[in-house]
């Protein structure tokens, strides 16, 4: 049973998270509850859609002036996202929308941060560095994966440093999400599966980072690691995605499967909005800098190995996930490590690479891509192994090589010996 006595919880979210089929035709009360002159930030290929014009029908007829901004890039190199927010002064708006998947969210975060404490916005990268609220931004995603409808955290590219940064900060949590299932029909199967994949792993780390006693008496940090209130959104998120992500890709026009997606996608976000993420994360940064492959594709790839690595120091946490997942029999351990291996089964059927080669990595690149993660400090920290250079390298030379057997050493002796279906 879990020691409700002995630990803590923390959420921090939205002032209103709206879900559900039909959802969508509460933005724009939403948005005239909060101001009447809207900046909507829209990715482009949206901006042409059925679905935005209604949006922006609907912005109208509540009597909200708006302006829309649909110059969302890949990445979101931070002299782009200056550029933005340097038009949207000339619109001076006093309530922000993020209509599109999470690179365009990012960027309506940071518009209404820029708007609100000014460029450059290199002065905030890092953790609670924004010194006070910003533009009340509503949040309404069209992939179902980054949570970034209600996360603390946006993430930018900036050609002076080598691997992306975050900016995070309780104040860039939007002050309303709506997540209606039907806007995510038209995701593509490439996007519907790494963005789902990256849901997963949001769940998944968030309910096995490492619990610390928070510092209540002092300011604390963005992400505090696992605790009550997280982990019980990131199991219910699990057992979700195990359901309906193969589905979703599968077929990208069952609502079902769209709906359970969405949902899940929402939780995690919730759940590591404060738990925080751990290694996938760590070791993506840099995997993503070297191949330029989409953020999920790296985390999905990596979540099996990240979870092999764990089975040994936290057997019990792994076989609750199994037990969200539906599989797994017998000892603790044999349930913990069916749960990595229906997770590298559901990472596989989606069509995610299996090891860092097939992600385009070479033999060359592991001491940097180590070197590097080790600089995403907070990351590595939050796990709980031990966040020193042998744990990183020996993850990401596993991953390289697709062999998770490899990290059994790392656990108990006995299961080294265990079989390890791959
Ligand atoms: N802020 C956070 O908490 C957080 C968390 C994880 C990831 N991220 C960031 O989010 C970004 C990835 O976001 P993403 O996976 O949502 O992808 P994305 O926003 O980059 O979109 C990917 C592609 O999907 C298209 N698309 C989006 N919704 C669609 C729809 N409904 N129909 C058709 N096409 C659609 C877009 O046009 C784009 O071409 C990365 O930059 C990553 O760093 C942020
Ligand atoms: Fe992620």
């Known amino acids: 049973m879990t020691d409700i006595a002995g630990s803590f919880g923390l959420l921090r979210l939205p002032d209103s998270i709206a879900f559900g089929d039909g959802s969508r035709a509460g933005i724009p009360g939403t948005v ?175 309910f096995t980072a490492q619990a610390r006693k928070p510092a209540w008496n002092q300011q604390l940090p963005v992400f505090v690691g696992r605790n009550l209130l997280s982990s019980a959104l990131a199991l219910e998120a699990i057992g979700l995605i195990g359901r309906s992500l193969r589905q979703a890709v599968r077929n990208g026009n069952d609502l079902e499967a769209r709906s359970h997606m969405a949902y899940a996608s929402l939780l ?22 070297l191949t330029h492959t989409p953020h999920g594709l790296g985390t999905g790839m990596l979540l099996p190995y990240v979870m092999q690595a764990i089975v040994g120091n936290d057997a019990g946490r792994l076989a609750e996930i199994a037990g969200a997942l539906g599989v797994g029999s017998g000892s603790v351990e044999d349930a913990a490590q069916a749960a990595v291996d229906e997770v590298a089964a559901i990472m596989a059927d989606i069509g995610l690479p299996q090891d860092l080669a097939g992600m385009g990595v070479t033999e060359a690149e592991l001491p940097r891509i180590v070197e590097l993660s080790l600089t995403v400090r907070r990351l590595v920290a939050n796990s709980s192994l031990e966040p020193n250079e042998e744990t990183v390298a020996r993850i990401v030379r596993a991953a390289f090589d697709g062999d998770r057997a490899a990290l059994a050493p790392l656990v108990a002796g006995r299961l080294s010996e265990r079989k390890i279906n791959k």
């Open 32 to 206: 005239a509850s909060l101001g009447s002159r809207a900046l909507v930030v829209c990715d482009p290929f949206l901006a042409t859609g059925e679905a935005f014009t209604e949006l922006l029908e609907g912005l109208g007829n509540a009597g909200i002036a708006f302006v829309v901004d649909s110059h969302v890039v890949p990445e979101l190199p931070v002299d782009v996202v200056e550029e933005a927010i340097d038009r949207a002064r000339t619109a001076n708006p006093d309530v922000i929308v993020g209509f599109g998947g999470g690179s365009a969210l990012d960027l309506a975060k940071l518009i209404a941060l820029g708007l609100a404490h000014g460029t450059p916005l290199n002065r905030f990268y890092g953790e609670n560095l924004v010194p006070g609220p910003v533009l009340p931004l509503v949040a309404v995603p069209t992939t179902s994966g980054t949570g970034s409808e209600v996360t603390p955290v946006a993430v930018l590219a900036d050609p002076d440093r080598e691997l992306k940064v975050g900016i995070s900060s309780p104040h860039l949590i939007p002050r309303a999400a709506v997540v209606d299932p039907r806007l995510m029909l038209g995701a593509p199967a490439s996007v519907t599966a790494s963005a789902g994949a990256d849901a997963l792993v949001h769940a998944v780390e968030a």
């Open 268 to 289: 995690a976000g919730m759940a590591f909005g404060t738990a925080g993420t751990h290694l996938s994360h760590a070791i993506q940064y840099p995997v993503g800098a």
